[in-house]
């Protein structure tokens, strides 16, 4: 069983930057960040595969930055130039056995509780 603690959400003004962090109790192979607007289903945001392989969802490609430090089983997402309609409680997520990114939900097996981002504008 892998749990993952998330943190660095907040409020913040359009144009602004945060880093998310999410914290892996165990080793996982794909980890990937998920996010939630209310009244909207959950979206994928980045995914990281095994070898480092990237994926981003079209919304936030070329402002977000997925990273992983491997030696503290810590994932990142840089989130630059946010806007409004980036406000969501965002998750992390890992699966095993797996080696590509991914953005669909149903494949990760575990998940952290959240953190909410809030982009004011």
């Known amino acids: 069983q892998v749990q993952l603690v998330e943190s660095g959400g907040g409020s913040v003004q359009s144009g602004g930057s945060l880093r998310l962090s999410c914290a892996a109790s165990?080793?996982?192979?794909?980890m990937g960040w998920f996010r939630q607007a209310p009244g909207k289903e959950r979206e994928g945001v980045a995914s990281i595969g095994r070898a480092g392989w990237t994926m981003y969802a079209d919304a936030v490609k070329g402002r977000f930055t997925i990273s992983q430090d491997n030696a503290e089983n810590t994932l990142y997402l840089q989130m630059n130039s946010l806007k409004p309609e980036d406000t969501a409680m965002y998750y992390c997520?890992?699966?095993?056995?797996?080696?590509?990114?991914?953005?669909?939900?149903?494949?990760?097996?575990?998940w952290g509780q959240g953190t909410q981002v809030t982009v004011s504008s």
């Open positions: 165990g080793w996982t192979y794909c």
């Open positions: 997520a890992a699966q095993s056995g797996c080696w590509y990114p991914s953005l669909t939900a149903g494949g990760f097996n575990y």
